[in-house]
Nanobody
């Protein structure tokens, strides 16, 4: 079993930045991969960024160059640094991991609006 708890969402103006955190209940190095997704009402959950522990990192085209995924192994925490935020980035953001099965966090709301 793996528990994921996101934090750091909120309201930010266009062009601003936020950093999301995902606290993981076990050692991240024991997992196969970690990542971030987002979802807006009525739409599917879309992948944003993922780190696989063959060291490959993936970013969706929509966030490439603006968002950065990183890991603090000592804190068992995954981060998503989001810069140059746009209104279309408004969504619920979910942390994700895979260890024999998929695990999701509860989500954190990010709203980009002036």
């Amino acid at each position: 079993q793996v528990q994921l708890v996101e934090s750091g969402g909120g309201l930010v103006q266009p062009g601003g930045s936020l950093r999301l955190s995902c606290a993981v209940s076990r050692s991240i190095v024991s997992l196969n991969a970690v990542g971030w997704y987002r979802q807006t009402p009525g739409k599917a959950r879309d992948i944003l960024a993922r780190i696989r522990f063959d060291s490959s990192t993936f970013y969706a085209d929509s966030v490439k160059g603006r968002f950065t995924i990183s890991i603090d192994n000592a804190k068992n925490t995954v981060y998503l640094q989001m810069n140059s935020l746009k209104p279309e980035d408004t969504a619920v953001y979910y942390c994700w991991t895979f260890l024999n099965q998929v695990y999701w966090g509860q989500g954190t709301q990010v709203t980009v609006s002036s």
